[in-house]
């Protein structure tokens, strides 16, 4: 099936059991009830079947996603 | 079968393209292929059981169904490593969500998304409307190890809009599920081998879980 995949946050307010998180392009709502907020805009993190399971750095993200071919 | 299996996750935007009705446009051909390649998954576990068993194509019927349900090449297409390039394998092996079932905080989602994940069967009680009622056996969990729990009712989706991706359903079949999705009809050696790899699989996640096996408890006559 499928590997985690980095996103972007666009935007979640806090507290918000959904987050809107950039993925490979299109935004999605993204459950991020697994992490503790708050959410910054613009932060990353690694998502796995519609949930946000961990921060990562935007240069990790970047790595994972050159290996799905994408770009930041 | 691929699309049939890959379509409900893509669908959720789990993997694959972002297009997920492109999936469902065309299921042969190179614009396919293509479209299959993007599943980052599944492609590599087709391509490893089409080298294993000398098949040229990895979307071959057989292949995929090793890969989705199970069959005869998934015993030759085994490495070093003692799972096997089943879908089951990948779900409780290799995924994060089995290692997060300690952490009571996560408990209930990961178990919620390794049941969903996993290709499930069921019997089918009814049909209606786009929506079969199935009686299956969930995943639970008892703090120690995985297993399968009573069986249960539950409603799926069957076929999208006009897409009707397998023929009529009747009470009593078998039928294979993925994110609450009607994948296919199971033949009885399709439905013996989706539980055979499915139970090696549980047993070998509860095995490294630190738990014995996964299968107990009754069948669904």
């Known amino acids: 099936m499928c590997l985690g995949i980095p996103g972007r946050v666009v935007d979640c307010p806090d507290g918000a059991a959904l987050g809107r998180v950039e993925v490979a392009g299109v935004v999605r709502d993204i459950n991020v009830t697994l992490l503790d907020g708050p959410f910054v805009p613009g932060e990353y993190v690694l998502i796995h079947s519609g949930f946000a399971l961990e921060r990562i750095s935007p240069e990790r993200a970047a790595d994972a996603l050159a290996f799905f071919g994408a770009d930041l | ?221």
């Open chain 2, 1 to 221: 079968m691929f699309a049939r299996y890959a379509f409900a996750p893509n669908q959720l935007g789990y993997c694959g393209p972002a297009d997920a009705g492109a999936l469902l446009e065309g299921r042969t051909g190179t614009r396919f292929r293509a479209l299959a390649k993007q599943f980052e998954g599944a492609w590599p576990q087709l391509r490893v059981i089409a080298a294993a068993t000398g098949t040229a194509d990895p979307l071959d019927r057989e292949v995929v169904e090793a890969y989705w349900v199970g069959n005869r090449l998934l015993d030759r297409a085994g490495g070093a490593d003692p799972g096997l390039p089943h879908h089951s394998f990948q779900v409780f092996c290799h995924y994060p969500w089995a290692g997060l079932l300690h952490d009571e905080r996560r408990t209930e989602h990961a178990l919620q998304v390794l049941d969903q994940c996993r290709i499930r069967w069921g019997r089918v009680i009814s049909v209606a409307d786009g929506k079969v009622v199935v009686e299956s056996r969930p995943l639970v969990w008892d703090g120690v190890r995985l297993a399968l729990g009573l069986p249960g009712r539950d409603t799926a989706t069957l076929g999208l809009g006009n897409v009707e991706l397998i023929e009529p359903l009747r009470a009593g079949d078998w039928v294979s599920l993925h994110w609450g999705w009607v994948c296919d009809r199971l033949t009885p050696p399709q439905l013996v081998a989706l539980r055979h790899y499915s139970a090696y699989h549980l047993t070998l996640v509860n095995q490294r879980l630190g738990g014995r096996t996964g299968m107990s408890g009754p069948r669904i006559p």
